[in-house]
């Protein structure tokens, strides 16, 4: 199955919204693939790739740790092939995890300040970021992206979206 199709149904609103998003927004020359997973094993994948059980079975025995090579080393290899193809002005957009160093040390170490991530990312939990991205897919409208190098990435956490609810005439949260 395509490993996007999987990894929405693992993770749910939370990938949806990254996929959505990412397929909405991201833009690369002609026949070059513009959206790319993080794995385990299998370094930066198109979401379109299909992939095997036995792909899943080797995923799932490897954990996300910059300090392990075989989650670092397919990651970092793939990274220094998309930098290195890209021109220096090109922005690299991670809708990943920001909070944690899993994604980020190996990514800023070979991208550095052209690593990019929503900054309306801070603060929030996946479903809020999955919801977030749903939304601007729907609207048309892309988040703000700000350099992960030099950003605060962790913060107070924003308000909460309000729907109307007709049915009592209020707005709730």
Do not use: W
Request: charged share 25%; hydrophobic share 40%.
């Amino acid at each position: 199955m395509p490993l996007g199709e999987l990894f929405a149904f693992v993770s749910g609103l939370y990938f949806r919204g990254k996929l959505a998003y990412a397929r909405a927004f991201a833009q690369a020359p002609p026949d070059t693939p513009a959206v790319f997973v993080i794995t385990t094993s299998h370094g930066l994948v198109p979401p379109e790739r299909v992939i095997t059980r036995s792909d899943v079975e080797r995923m799932t025995l490897v954990p996300i740790d910059p300090a392990d090579g075989r989650y670092r080393d397919p990651l970092r290899r793939d990274i220094r092939t998309i930098a290195a193809f890209n021109k220096q002005d090109c922005e690299i957009v991670l809708l990943g995890s920001i909070a944690t160093p899993k994604y980020v040390e190996p990514l800023l170490e070979d991208l550095g300040e052209r690593l990019l991530f929503p900054s309306e990312f801070v603060g929030r939990g996946d479903m809020s970021r999955g919801g977030l991205m749903l939304r601007c897919v729907k609207s048309g409208k892309q988040l703000t992206y700000i350099s992960v190098a030099t950003a605060v990435r962790h913060g107070a956490r924003p308000p909460s979206f309000r729907h109307n609810d007709p049915a009592k005439g209020l707005n709730r949260v």
